[in-house]
């Protein structure tokens, strides 16, 4: 229908002088001056064709619409590359939604229910409402509740992330909203290839069964893992055999008693650290057991720290079972010890182990005690330097307050300051004399009674002070030049120390070696020279060494490399002798063959050398620990030589001569090893410092 006006008004509303229109002025819809007319089938093309008639529009491409005009400053190819964006992050929305509707959280809510489903990521909550909001970045869709920053991890996030963070990694236009989220869907992603890495690692315990170990259950997993697995694993990671053993624990338990960590784990709401927390603590149980635990904390598992995680799982444990955890604590407690271990600044830690916690308690009552008697007696440091410092005091015997906070300002006969009362760290009365404190310039460095029953190798040039190169001391690694200096010259005031002299060629392999021999009366110096000449080192403060190497008269043996006099220029300490020989490195002249199986004390030595460590892939047990080990067995005709004999633990021993797998001893001293896999790895002599 049309509405058609009889009467040829141009008015709009309104009377032409400009006045308001009444209902007088013009028909209105419904008065009898109106009239409805049908339409025709073409009347559209009748009004157009009289519409052209009276006037011709131009082309219309040349109008600009004013509703989609491009906006102030930007011209028609802006515009065109505007759209093309726009229409790409439209496309990203979609994506996003896409992928969180079909990745979705099913498998997770069943397993961990929909409060830990809601999680962001490993220790983050996630939002569980969706704001309102346009997407203004790539990095949108990882803003609070948007799809990305709900979504599990998976490697199609891990796609997304790759392109929202842009070629040069810096995520241009995201705001710190977006940023976070991205990094809690970063962590997701990680902990869901960390998860996809541990069910390969399952895979692998199910090819290589302990013998006799039938597979059970759904997971259809052995009960055992062969023993040799770990450092198989450990050869192709480039890890140790323990850490290896770690990944074949976590991924087994994970199979077989830990459905909800493992649904977790591979979402990314569990890092790999909490999900070994809750395996280690839920291995003592049964699977029924362990699944009733891990329940108990999974819902929250995501949001807590791994200290809180370690706490709130071993509360679930003793209420799920009470009895086996005591068990478990028994147990554990026959393996207490004491370690040490390397820091990464190059000091050194020690700890001990499951030692019984009313002990320890007492214990660190005992050294905050004394670590206040020591601020009292006005020691500088805080409260954590002084701990460390009553620690040390304790365990050696030793009391670091300076002589002028004791009661008489004097220190006993034994040097340790006191009145003879018991008021030493140890509480020593009259009569109980303990080592005396260290003074001097190697206070609080070296601990008195220091001797070198350890190995420590320093670069001569260190040595001699021509240089400044970082040494190694087994047990501990690297240390600098200045520890390494002071500890030798502790080590020159002990009698019972031993010296050697290794050789190397570039790359710090061991090409010659020599261990002193007291030097002959006849060829000591004089005690007080210090300065002879042509001999590097020097004059010291007395009491201090002043090493110096320089040759002997006497030729070394027959194709060695020479004889060389040691001089530590402690007082009352004798010169040494050093006469070097070579280590085989391309060929072997069998000069150090033994008839036996046994390799005796210096073709034992002259290995352990070579390969400072055992030559297992991966292992650092000290060769001063391990077994003098015939690569081709001495009963089946083997030399006990160097070009047949290697340092080898008890365990890489067994290793070796499991037959799936095959060692072989190179004539340059390289130990090539092929897994039952096919896999080589070659373990190269030691590096020493150069």
Not at 53 to 74: F, Q, R, T, V
Not at 545 to 558: C, E, K, N, R, Y
Request: charged content about 25%; overall charge negative; glycine content about 12%.
């Amino acid at each position: 229908m049309s509405e058609s006006s009889d009467h040829g008004s141009s008015g709009r509303g309104e009377d032409p002088s400009g006045g308001p229109a009444v209902p007088g002025d013009r028909p209105w819809l419904g008065s009898p001056d109106w009239t409805l007319v049908p339409q025709s089938p073409d009347w559209d093309e009748a009004w157009l064709a009289a519409r052209a008639d009276d006037e011709y529009p131009g082309d219309l491409e040349s109008y600009e619409d004013p509703d989609n005009a491009p906006p102030p400053g930007m011209d028609d190819d802006q515009l065109v590359a505007l759209i093309a964006e726009a229409r790409e992050v439209t496309a990203e929305q979609a994506r996003a939604a896409e992928l969180a509707a079909r990745l979705g959280h099913t498998a997770v809510l069943a397993a961990i229910g929909a409060e830990g489903a809601g999680r962001r990521g490993p220790g983050m909550p996630g939002s569980a409402q969706t704001y309102p909001g346009e997407y203004a970045s790539r990095a949108a869709g990882f803003a609070s509740g948007k799809p990305l920053d709900l979504a599990p991890g998976c490697a199609a996030l891990a796609s997304f992330l790759e392109d929202t963070a842009g070629d040069d990694d810096r995520y241009g236009g995201a705001s710190d909203d977006e940023l976070l989220g991205v990094i809690c869907a970063w962590d997701r992603a990680e902990a869901n290839a960390s998860a996809r890495k541990h069910a390969a690692v399952a895979e692998l315990t199910r090819r290589r069964p302990a013998p006799g170990c039938a597979v059970a259950g759904p997971a259809r997993m052995p009960e055992g893992v062969d023993e040799f697995t770990g450092r198989e694993l450990g050869a192709v990671l480039g890890v140790s055999a323990r850490d290896a053993g770690e990944m074949l624990y976590l991924a087994w338990y994970l199979e077989v008693n830990l459905p909800g960590t493992k649904a977790a784990f591979r979402a990314g709401i569990l890092s790999r650290d909490k999900a070994a927390v809750i395996a280690h603590a839920t291995a003592l149980l049964d699977p029924d057991e362990a699944r009733a635990a891990e329940a108990m904390v999974l819902d929250r598992a995501g949001s807590l720290t791994p200290g809180a995680l370690k706490a709130a799982i071993g509360r679930a444990v003793m209420e799920v079972n009470p009895e086996k955890a005591r068990k478990r604590r028994e147990q554990m407690a026959r393996r207490t010890r004491v370690e040490r271990w390397a820091e990464d600044s190059g000091n050194a830690g020690l700890a001990g182990r499951e030692l019984p916690p009313a002990q320890v308690l007492a214990a660190d009552q005992r050294v905050t005690a004394w670590a206040k008697q020591l601020r009292k007696a006005g020691l500088d440091g805080d409260m954590d330097q002084l701990r460390a410092r009553a620690f040390m005091d304790l365990l050696l015997g030793t009391d670091s307050r300076p002589l002028a906070s004791t009661p008489d300002g004097t220190r006993r006969q034994d040097g340790t300051g006191g009145t003879g009362r018991g008021d030493g760290p140890d509480g020593c009365g009259p009569g109980e004399p303990r080592d005396p404190a260290p003074t001097g310039p190697l206070s609080g460095v070296i601990p008195p009674g220091f001797a070198g029953r350890v190995t420590l190798t320093i670069p001569a040039a260190t040595l001699l002070g021509l240089a400044d190169r970082p040494g190694e001391m087994a047990g501990i690694g690297p240390i600098d030049p200045d520890l390494a200096r002071d500890l030798a010259g502790a080590a020159a005031r002990s009698p019972r120390s031993t010296w050697c002299l290794t050789v190397t060629d570039r790359q710090g392999h061991a090409i010659g070696h020599g261990c002193a021999r007291p030097a002959p009366a006849a060829g000591r110096r004089h005690r007080g020279t210090r300065d002879t000449p042509g001999g590097p080192g020097g004059p010291g403060p007395p009491g201090r060494a002043s090493f110096t190497l320089t040759l002997a008269d006497q030729p070394g043996p027959p194709g060695g490399y020479r004889t060389w006099r040691f001089v530590t220029g402690i007082p009352g300490q004798r010169d040494w002798l050093l006469q070097v020989g070579p280590i085989p490195t391309d060929g072997c002249d069998h000069r150090h063959e033994a008839n036996s199986h046994d390799p005796g004390v210096m073709l034992r030595h002259l290995a352990q050398v070579r390969h400072a460590t055992c030559t297992g892939p991966g292992c650092r047990r000290p060769s001063s620990r391990c077994d003098f080990e015939h690569n081709i067995p001495y009963e089946t005709g083997g030399r006990t030589c160097m070009c047949n004999g290697n340092p080898k633990c008890r365990f890489d021993h067994r290793v070796k001569q499991d037959p799936r797998w095959h060692v072989e001893q190179l004539e340059n001293g390289d130990v090539r090893w092929t897994t039952p896999s096919g896999r080589q790895y070659v373990t190269e002599p030691t590096r020493y410092p150069i």
